[in-house]
């Protein structure tokens, strides 16, 4: 019986594309139960019961296995004791630590890190030839790298004239010399303030105080205004 598998990393690193190849080199059928959508698993626990017995070589994916209740991870516990030995289970999770310890103690754990530059470009060459890679990563930054944002590219490009539109918005955002007074321009040109912010992000001070901003889904304009004027762009706004 294969142990099953935590698979964990963060949102865009490739976990769904990771099982789904994993599942085709192991010669597996995949089904695919997505626990985000239901976290009590009230409509998926007859189905897992099902499925947990079958007697053809499968991966059962559990998608957002994180999300779960804990009363459904101790429902989940009980079929990862009694599944059919033809059975593997595949957790995917952004944060395993939501995991009970009963649960990741029977797992193997798969870390999935966030893609790199050449690893994005194979991946297109082999699915996406048609599309122009050297315009995704114009409009993509390093720390932007992941395959979600690839294929929010790869769809905006079935949109010439918009995908011109959105690349030429991105190359103003990164050529942009940041001025304090003009805060209201960048805004009304449709700026994106979080590119803006990323020249501003090596003071480590100001970094903390970028995470505390997202985790309180504060305004990103509010915290460029704040950002300028901390590390001196301009005196005031």
């Not at 698979?7 to 994993?22: C, N």
């Not at 470009?121 to 599309?131: G, N």
Request: net charge neutral.
């Amino acid at each position: 019986m294969a142990a099953p598998i935590i698979v964990t990393g963060p949102p865009g690193s490739g976990k769904s594309y990771w099982i789904q190849a994993y599942a085709k080199e192991k010669r597996k059928q995949l089904l695919t139960c997505s626990c985000r959508k239901d976290r009590t698993l009230r409509e998926g626990r007859q189905k897992l019961h099902v499925w947990g017995r079958r007697r053809e070589p499968t991966v059962l994916w559990l998608e957002g296995a994180d999300d779960l209740t804990p009363e459904a991870q101790a429902f989940l516990r009980r079929i990862l004791e009694t599944h059919s030995a033809d059975v593997q289970f595949v957790l995917e999770c952004r944060d395993p630590a939501k995991l009970q310890e009963p649960i990741r103690s029977r797992c193997t754990v798969q870390r999935i890190p966030m893609p790199t530059r050449e690893e994005l470009t194979e991946w297109l060459k082999r699915s996406y030839a048609s599309v122009a890679i050297d315009e995704i990563f114009d409009y993509m930054q390093p720390n932007e790298y992941s395959y979600r944002r690839v294929l929010h590219c790869i769809h905006l490009q079935k949109e010439p004239l918009l995908w011109q539109t959105v690349l030429n918005g991105r190359r103003q955002e990164l050529q942009q010399q940041l001025v304090a007074d003009d805060l209201l321009t960048y805004q009304s040109k449709g700026l994106n303030p979080e590119t803006l912010l990323s020249s501003l992000l090596d003071n480590p001070d100001l970094l903390t105080d970028y995470g505390t901003c997202l985790e309180a889904s504060g305004s990103l304009w509010a915290f460029l205004g704040y950002a300028m004027r901390s590390t001196g762009v301009a005196e005031s706004i």
